[in-house]
């Protein structure tokens, strides 16, 4: 046992801390390094490690004897009180050959604290309400831990007594006949199923089931530039976890509606904009819209049709936080009229005629280079 790290010191508590003070560090740690979450080296054997002084701190009778007796407990030896049927609980060597002989094997006690359930959500939102951020209500329907019982399933704490099948240690010793003769392995107590109490009197809120499913509405703070496919992530707001175990957590998968002129591209915003033959020959400044309002544009002149302006600065902002935002591209789109009035005719004629004295026109360009 000298490897072992004090289960107080573990869960960051002093020695004779309270239920609430034990229950509330185990749920913060275990949020912590839950290995589905943290992907830290070492944090699954840091969860492996909470939740086993958990699981001794959180059991009144458990706590007991480790308050008095550290990890020397004499009652957990070869043939003590806490042996099982068997009597080969503590002898961990002959018990570990047994198991991995017969299929047994030593593994995390399935009964232990464990997370609650994730819950995977959808929600449509509007361009507008992608691209600026807002407040949204989704409605759930979730188990949740009792607050009478606080999950317990006892009508009081003092509910409870030691579970007389295993002796409060929630796993028992079963003997079976193989063609091998007869084998012994731990299992998790059928009576109190691996909790080492029974509850005497139930909650008279849930029944005795620790939980009471609830319908509520949960208010989703969407961040500016939410874009189609992102998912968000809401910590706690999954089902309820088992044997004091955290709550799991709530995923909202968002698809984002289109604007009938802005198009987005990652955290940039393409724009395309007519502009007519003079402009584009000349050069103007307009006013273009963004998502900020209208903003001045420079069009240089002899812009060309698919010419790509930047507007720096003027996209989305990064949902992930930060103060990087995209830009606004302007596509420029040159725009040849279908119809013309007479003073615009003769205006194009003389045009024309210019060009073809000083060869100028791109298709005299264009036949020079097959001379």
């Known amino acids: 046992m000298a490897n072992k790290r004090d289960y107080y010191e573990v869960l ?30 070492g944090a699954e054997e840091k969860f492996k490690e909470i939740n086993e002084a958990y699981d001794t701190l959180s059991d009144p009778d458990k706590k007991a004897r480790y308050d008095q007796y550290g990890f020397d407990d004499p009652t957990q030896g070869f043939g003590g009180a806490g042996a099982g049927d068997g009597g080969f609980s503590g002898f961990g060597g002959f018990e570990d050959i047994i198991n991995q002989f017969f299929g047994g094997g ?75 003769g007869y084998t012994q392995q731990e299992v998790v107590c059928p009576d109190c199923g691996g909790r080492g109490k029974i509850v005497t009197k139930k909650c008279s809120e849930c029944g005795g089931k620790g939980k009471i499913r609830r319908t509520k509405d949960v208010d989703v703070t969407i961040p500016a530039g939410m874009q189609t496919g992102m998912t968000l992530r809401m910590e706690g707001y999954g089902e309820a976890g088992v044997n004091g175990g955290p709550n799991g957590d709530l995923y909202i998968n968002f698809q984002c509606g289109e604007h009938n002129q802005f198009k987005r591209d990652g955290l940039d915003i393409i724009l395309t904009i007519p502009l007519s033959i003079s402009q584009a020959v000349l050069g103007d400044t307009i006013e273009v819209p963004t998502i900020d309002g209208n903003v001045s544009l420079k069009i240089p002149s002899g812009t060309q049709s698919g010419t790509k302006l930047r507007l720096r600065g003027r996209g989305t902002k990064n949902p992930k936080g930060g103060n990087v935002r995209g830009d606004q591209y302007v596509i420029c789109n040159v725009v040849i009229p279908t119809s013309i009035s007479s003073d615009e005719k003769k205006l194009f004629e003389d045009l024309k005629d210019l060009e073809k004295k000083e060869k100028k026109s791109p298709w005299e360009k264009f036949k020079s280079l097959f001379k």
């Open 106 to 180: 030593r593994s995390r006690n399935p009964n232990g604290p464990r997370q609650g359930r994730d819950i995977e959500k959808s929600m449509s939102i509007t361009f507008e309400e992608a691209v600026y951020g807002c407040k949204k209500k989704i409605r759930l329907t979730v188990d949740e831990e009792c607050i009478h019982c606080g999950g317990t399933g006892a009508e009081t704490k003092n509910d409870f007594k030691t579970c007389p099948k295993c002796g409060g240690r929630g796993r028992v010793i079963m003997r079976q006949q193989s063609i091998f």
């Open 12 to 41: 960051g508590l002093s020695k004779g801390a309270s239920d609430d003070e034990i229950k509330k560090a185990y749920r913060s740690l275990a949020k912590k390094y839950h290995p589905d979450i943290n992907k830290e080296p």
